[in-house]
């Protein structure tokens, strides 16, 4: 079999595509009780403050809704895997192995990622490893990728199908996916997906996802920085 050239990336991609989300929508929406039908007029940030606050402390959730952001993601499948458990608020579309021959491209921990678990389910925490751990990693990624991809090449080769052939490819390869979530989904999604010592309830999430997920709040802070501010004063608690 012919050697196959492959990527290996310790990173991932998020593109921010387009948004339509500004703090001003969620004081809009909240405030067509007192105000409604004024949408064209200019909202007075300094009240939406207050506003935006109260919403988020008492989790009044809807007002957040009225944004929407659409992102795109290279990551390894077992992220996308974990990422599609969000269904509330998000919409994915992802490439397709039975579509188009998958890239080479795979996922390596980058040196600073620990790499050895201590502790019992539920109460553990993760330490660097030693040169041996870093060793084993680097060899054993390594090898399985290079097999498994020399493997599926092969096989499409031979004439069978994408669909069949992509079953050997292992869960760091790289995959793709737009995913359009709105403000309160991503920080539901980032409630979750981030490791914060502010957080009321702290969440312990595989690094990986956190990678895309630091990504995305850096964008919700751009665009949203009143609700953005709001949701780590209360907690990081999405409303
Ligand atoms: C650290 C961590 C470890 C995890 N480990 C595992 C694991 O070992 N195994 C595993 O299977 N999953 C695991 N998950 C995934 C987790 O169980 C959730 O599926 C995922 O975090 C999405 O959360 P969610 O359901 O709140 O989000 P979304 O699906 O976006 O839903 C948002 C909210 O909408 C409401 N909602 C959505 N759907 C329903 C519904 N059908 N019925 C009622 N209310 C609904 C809920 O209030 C929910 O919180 C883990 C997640 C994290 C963060």
């Given at each position: 079999?012919?050697?196959?050239?492959?990527?290996?990336?310790?990173?991932?991609?998020?593109?921010?595509?387009?948004?339509?989300?500004?703090?001003?929508d969620v004081?809009?929406a909240?405030?067509?009780?007192?105000?409604?039908?004024?949408?064209?007029?200019?909202?007075?940030?300094?009240?939406?403050?207050?506003?935006?606050?109260?919403?988020?402390?008492?989790?009044?959730g809807s007002p957040f809704e009225h944004t929407s952001?659409?992102?795109?993601?290279?990551?390894?499948?077992?992220?996308?895997?974990?990422?599609?458990?969000?269904?509330s608020g998000?919409?994915?579309?992802?490439?397709?192995?039975?579509?188009?021959?998958?890239?080479?491209?795979?996922?390596?921990?980058?040196?600073?990622?620990?790499?050895?678990?201590?502790?019992?389910?539920?109460?553990?925490?993760?330490?660097?490893?030693?040169?041996?751990?870093?060793?084993?990693?680097?060899?054993?990624?390594?090898?399985?990728?290079?097999?498994?991809?020399?493997?599926?090449?092969?096989?499409?080769?031979?004439?069978?199908?994408?669909?069949?052939?992509?079953?050997?490819?292992?869960?760091?390869?790289?995959?793709?996916?737009?995913?359009?979530c709105n403000a309160r989904s991503l920080?539901?999604?980032?409630?979750?997906?981030?490791?914060?010592?502010?957080?009321?309830?702290?969440?312990?999430?595989?690094?990986?996802?956190?990678?895309?997920?630091?990504?995305?709040?850096?964008?919700?802070?751009?665009?949203?920085?009143?609700?953005?501010?709001?949701?780590?004063?209360?907690?990081?608690?999405?409303p």
């Amino acid at each position: 079999m012919p050697p196959v050239t492959f990527e290996i990336r310790n990173n991932v991609t998020v593109e921010l595509v387009k948004a339509s989300a500004a703090d001003s929508d969620v004081a809009t929406a909240a405030r067509v009780s007192t105000v409604g039908g004024s949408h064209e007029e200019v909202v007075d940030l300094a009240k939406d403050e207050g506003l935006i606050n109260y919403l988020m402390r008492d989790r009044h959730g809807s007002p957040f809704e009225h944004t929407s952001l659409t992102f795109y993601v290279e990551a390894p499948v077992f992220v996308a895997r974990e990422f599609f458990r969000h269904r509330s608020g998000w919409s994915y579309n992802e490439e397709s192995g039975r579509y188009k021959q998958l890239k080479p491209t795979f996922y390596a921990p980058p040196p600073e990622r620990p790499l050895v678990q201590v502790g019992k389910p539920g109460a553990y925490t993760f330490k660097p490893g030693d040169h041996v751990h870093a060793a084993s990693v680097e060899q054993n990624f390594r090898y399985v990728y290079r097999e498994a991809y020399q493997r599926y090449m092969g096989m499409l080769q031979q004439g069978i199908a994408r669909e069949v052939a992509r079953m050997v490819l292992p869960v760091g390869i790289f995959t793709s996916f737009y995913a359009t979530c709105n403000a309160r989904s991503l920080m539901h999604f980032l409630g979750l997906r981030t490791r914060s010592c502010i957080a009321k309830f702290p969440s312990f999430p595989q690094r990986e996802i956190e990678m895309v997920a630091e990504q995305m709040e850096d964008h919700l802070a751009d665009l949203m920085p009143i609700t953005y501010a709001a949701f780590n004063v209360n907690g990081r608690v999405a409303p």
